[in-house]
């Protein structure tokens, strides 16, 4: 197994800043790259204050705060990535978007794994787009990262057997669970997770129930800690919309097919709690 010291992660967004702060929290050295430097910024600003709440909670020493964030630094050229053991891309989930990335940093040397932390799409369609694809591999951590215990770790079809290895062994580390899985779309999470969202979304676009009663029914029925409209909101409209298209596109089953209510809700903006609202509302949003 290759031995992972310093990690860097491309795309300083919520999945971007949560898996720097793991990282770090797990003393490697991180490099977190956006092209956006208020991004980053951000992100730093967020990993702190989601480190100082670990302390409160006794999660972690109080004294460590500086320690960890100290061991975070920023850039905004994917060049700064180049000394990296591994590297995280976990950019917007579009397609073109991450081949761009990961593309760019094969072309840059260095034997460093690449990482998609993408929800949905083919690791083999990633890979191949660089000079290593035997060192490309999915790390899907779940959201919020510092909480979630789960990571899928998906396997693409030139994956080969030592990084894998190296990924598990990494994600125990961090004081994850993670599990392998193979590359079909949605890998097990989504393909699971998705249709049993969007039913729900066309059970409230055909009437069945308000969008309050059929979260209550799954959260006291079936035991989810949080209803399927209440989870949609909280992934992202667009990124259920996404991550859906894939599965239909992929599988080409009809059975993936968006609610046309979920479309119309991403059409007028209403993307859930990044927006202020989508099947809910929430206060002190934009």
Known sequence: MTRID?????????????IAHVFAQGGHPVT??????ARTDAAVATIRKNLERQARKGVIEAGAVDEMIGRIRTATDTGAAAEADLVVEAVPEKLELKREILRALSDAGGEAILASNT??????????ATSRPERVI???????????????????????DATTATVMELARSLGKTPV???????????????PMINEAVFALMEGVAEAEAI???????????????????FIGLDVCLAILEVLRNGIG????RPCPLLRQMVAAGRLGRKTGRGFFEYEGRA
């Open 138 to 160: 999915g790390m899907h951590f779940m959201n919020p990262v510092p909480v979630m215990q789960l990571v899928e770790v998906i396997r693409g079809l030139q994956t080969d």
């Open 119 to 128: 929800s949905s799409i083919s690791i083999t369609a990633l890979a191949a």
């Open 6 to 18: 310093r990690v860097a992660v491309v795309g300083g967004g919520t999945m971007g800043n949560g």
């Open 215 to 233: 979260d209550t029914v799954m959260k006291l029925g079936m035991s989810h800690p949080m209803g399927p409209l209440a989870l949609a909101d």
């Open 180 to 194: 392998e899985v193979n590359d079909f779309p949605g890998f097990v999470s989504n393909r699971v997770l998705m």
């Open 253 to 256: 089953d009809p059975k993936y």
């Open 32 to 37: 977190l790259v956006d092209v956006d430097a």
